[in-house]
């Protein structure tokens, strides 16, 4: 049995919110990855399964190795459909906001979903969540946002609208948010909800290959350049650095979540304890940070690029030119090294 985490009053003011409305609007962050997805598709697909009319809202276009994810093609993008996207913030009548814990995280999202009257629901993993919602759910203990949903939606006795294709959703989020199970995987409740949903129907293994098979030819090689030609090592910090500029990209005809996973690779190595990744956007750096154990790439993220995230997985934005991110790169190195 799993145990619940909404308190009595946490399912009633929910329910009331359920029973109230018809229309909703689903929210997730920027970049969307599997637990954005997963955990934001899950829950359109259960509400609608129960009667509601829900969109889902992501700010840019999603990776196309998510777009096999039920419902992922009727996903309305903000970037290309910022009207019509405005028309259904200010009809709904309730919006959920998943896998994000701050407005700035949805980017150009932020402003019509603060405008719209609609309660709003936050349902979320990182830490910190800010005041704006009126019924906060934050729980940072949690391995993913995908499996939050499912949480709710068994406290809330909605158990039976994980059909086949929300299941698939859900098993995407808490697959790809926990490293295929191999961190934040401890808990056994996990093991609890991934045996429910191959009950319900999933195959796990096809949606490892989907979600992991899915290189193309300049995907690989752009990684293996980047493994063999960008790669930095500092022992002394044990920290490894990635960087890949605008033209670098370029020549690999970069695409949308062709660099992934590339910010873990340093971290199979046995002395590296953490590994930050730059890749130069059109207006800033886009900071991506892995570590190991207890040091605090949040931290890191924070202080020096502008971001945050959770302890071993965090990110940010730097202004300014990839010369000068390697630089504080190089300055903040020796000021962690308490924490190793
Ligand atoms: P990724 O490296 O996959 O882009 O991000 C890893 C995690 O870092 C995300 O799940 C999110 O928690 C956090 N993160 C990434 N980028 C940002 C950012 O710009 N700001 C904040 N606050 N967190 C971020
Ligand atoms: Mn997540």
Redesign the pocket.
């Known amino acids: 049995m799993l145990n619940r985490i909404l308190s009595p009053d946490g399912i009633s003011q929910l329910e009331g919110l359920l029973d109230s409305s018809k229309y909703i609007v689903i929210t997730c962050?920027i970049?969307p990855?599997g637990?954005a997805m997963g955990s934001s598709l899950a829950l359109c697909r259960a509400l609608t399964n129960i009667g509601k009319k829900v969109k889902v809202v992501v700010p840019d276009t999603p990776p196309k190795y998510l777009m096999f994810l039920p419902g992922a093609a009727e996903i309305v993008v903000y970037s290309r459909s910022e009207q019509f996207a405005r028309k259904l913030f200010a009809s709904t009548q309730l919006i959920f906001c998943l896998?994000?814990?701050?407005p700035?995280?949805i980017d150009l999202v932020a402003e019509p979903m603060l405008a719209s009257q609609a309660p709003k629901v936050l349902i979320d993993h990182?830490l910190n969540p800010s005041e704006f919602p009126d019924i906060v759910m934050s729980h940072p203990e949690e391995p993913s946002t995908s499996s939050l949903v499912y949480r709710t939606l068994s406290d809330l006795g909605l158990s039976e609208c994980i059909d086949r294709e929300c299941a698939e959703c859900i098993y995407t989020g808490m697959m790809t948010?926990t490293g295929n199970f191999s961190y934040n995987s401890n808990n056994a409740d996990l093991y609890e909800i991934i045996a429910d949903l191959v009950r319900r129907g999933i195959d796990k293994d096809s949606i490892y290959q989907k979600v992991y098979f899915s290189n193309s030819l300049n995907r690989l090689r752009l990684n293996g350049y980047a493994i063999m030609e960008k790669l930095e090592i500092f022992p002394e910090h044990k920290a490894a650095l990635i960087t890949l500029t605008r033209k670098e990209l370029n020549r690999f005809q970069y695409q949308k979540g062709d660099t992934?996973s590339l910010?873990n690779k340093p971290l199979t190595m046995p002395d590296i304890v953490y590994s930050v990744?730059l890749r130069e956007e059109n207006d800033y750096i886009?900071?991506?940070?892995?570590s190991k154990g207890d040091f605090p790439v949040?931290m890191l993220?924070?202080r020096h690029?502008?971001?945050?995230?959770?302890l071993n997985?965090?990110?940010?934005?730097f202004y300014g030119t990839m010369e000068e991110a390697v630089d504080v790169f190089k300055q903040l190195m020796p000021l962690f090294d308490g924490c190793l």
Do not use: I, L, T
């Open positions: 962050h970049s990855d637990d896998d994000y814990n701050e700035k995280r990182h948010d992934e910010v990744f886009k900071v991506s940070a892995r949040n993220c924070e690029y502008n971001g945050g995230g959770h997985a965090a990110g940010g934005e």
